[in-house]
């Protein structure tokens, strides 16, 4: 790992209660990130030193923003550069946390008397909190978002800017959630913070995300908690105890790195009628390559060769890895109700529809005999979509990666409407 000696500093930007924030000379627009061996409850009423803290939550920040950005979130991390430190894009921070909640717990119970403890917000409980020390970081409503008018690196935060972070925090709670159930570990709430980046003038998930900002609780059992809630219920500080709270923040910082894999295994396999068909299948094998997922193309025609079509279905349903057939077939297809007929694995077909006879061929893909059931999706980049989404539901980076894609397409609407509107104004 790179040691901070080798970056030229500039002055310090901010400093926080556990983290420093420097300008780095020699990359302009980037910043330095150097956490510090620091841990507060009650906006720093309770602090104390926590040998390794920063070593530890700069490897959790990491390793949870790396899978953000490999999913295709956007965020302001650039790179781990050393054992306490990041490189981030520079960017004037927006003064709202961000409080996503699965699970009633905590101040939200004191908020609001009646809720029982364990209650599940289904949809995602959204809250935001105006960061003010001095007052507590008092609750704000999206109204008093909107009337504050925040200006940032020449961004004005109005509706579509607030829109656009409350439907990113949801959807980065929702990629860690199921994350994070891959280790039988409960994502209970979650609070963020959201930048406006200096040089893409982007709103981006910036700050830091490390055992401070959120709570887990290992198969759901709020007594096993690993988070910092366990610092904030001490009733005495004392060696032992801290002691206790620093293999929780171990414990995490193990796990973390356990989410940028997935045990999961899982292919698609295309079979196309005629080489002819190559190009329309090597877009299946590029929109699949985009979700991580290994391809294989094959050439076999269930008419003239049925056959050697049932040996190549056998072949990959003998080695019991997941396998979704596609089947790549004009004029009469054969291929997809054939393999349907002899496998219980997904059948999807993509036949590549000519000007010509296009209208009458999709009916051999459409209309098919009782007891078979593939599906049939006329664009391939939508044919591995939809493989995707059937992987998906055992790889929580595969989900990962539809999920910012759907945000992504949201984000892209809603910042087009902004500037037509603008122009018509």
């Not at 295709?72 to 050393?82: D, E, I, M, N, Y």
């Not at 003998?318 to 396998?323: L, Q, Y």
């Not at 089947?327 to 529809?353: E, F, H, K, Q």
Request: with cysteine.
């Amino acid at each position: 790992m790179s040691t901070a000696t080798e970056l030229k500093l500039g002055q310090k930007l901010n400093e926080g209660k556990t983290k420093q924030i420097f300008e780095i000379l020699d990359e302009p627009g980037h910043v330095l990130v150097q956490s510090k061996d620091q841990i507060t409850a009650g906006n720093a009423v309770r602090k104390d030193q926590m040998e390794g803290k920063a070593a530890i939550a700069n490897k959790t920040t990491s390793c949870v923003f790396k899978l953000l950005q490999d999913a295709g979130l956007k965020t302001a991390f650039v790179r781990q550069h050393s054992d306490t430190a990041f490189v981030a894009s520079r960017c004037e921070m927006i003064p709202i946390e961000w409080v996503c909640r699965r699970i009633a717990t905590g101040s939200f119970l004191k908020r609001n008397p009646g809720v029982k403890e364990g209650y599940r917000f289904t949809p995602l409980k959204m809250e935001m909190f105006f960061k003010d020390d001095a007052n507590n970081d008092p609750q704000w409503s999206e109204e008093q978002l909107l009337a504050a008018g925040f200006d940032l690196a020449g961004l004005t935060i109005g509706r579509c800017e607030v829109d656009i972070m409350s439907k990113s925090t949801v959807a980065i709670f929702e990629v860690l959630e199921k994350a994070w159930a891959t280790q039988d570990c409960t994502l209970v709430d979650m609070k963020i913070e959201f930048g406006v980046n200096v040089t893409t003038k982007e709103i981006v998930l910036a700050d830091v995300i490390d055992n401070d900002s959120w709570r887990l609780w290992p198969a759901g059992d709020r007594s096993q908690q690993k988070d910092k809630q366990v610092y904030r219920d001490l009733k005495e500080v004392t060696p032992e105890a801290m002691q206790m709270v620093k293999r929780n923040f171990e414990w995490v910082a193990e796990r973390v790195k356990l989410l940028l894999e997935s045990q999961a295994r899982g292919r698609v396999v295309v079979m196309m009628g005629s080489t002819s068909d190559v190009a329309h299948c090597e877009k299946i094998r590029k929109a699949c390559a985009s979700y991580g997922i290994p391809c294989h193309l094959r050439v076999n025609s269930a008419h003239k060769g049925p056959d050697e079509t049932l040996r190549i279905k056998a072949e990959y349903e003998g080695d019991g890895e997941p396998t979704i057939f596609v089947a790549v077939a004009g004029r009469s297809n054969g291929l997809g109700p054939v393999m349907s007929g002899n496998t219980a694995y997904p059948v999807i077909n993509c036949p590549p529809v000519t000007p010509d006879w296009g209208a009458q061929d999709i009916w051999s893909s459409l209309r098919m005999p009782s007891g078979l059931g593939c599906s049939t999706v006329l664009s391939p980049e939508a044919a591995a979509q939809f493989a995707a989404q059937i992987l998906g539901l055992n790889n929580h980076l595969i989900w990962a990666k539809l999920r910012a894609s759907m945000l992504n397409t949201w984000v892209s609407l809603k910042q087009a409407d902004k500037k037509m509107q603008d122009c018509s104004l």
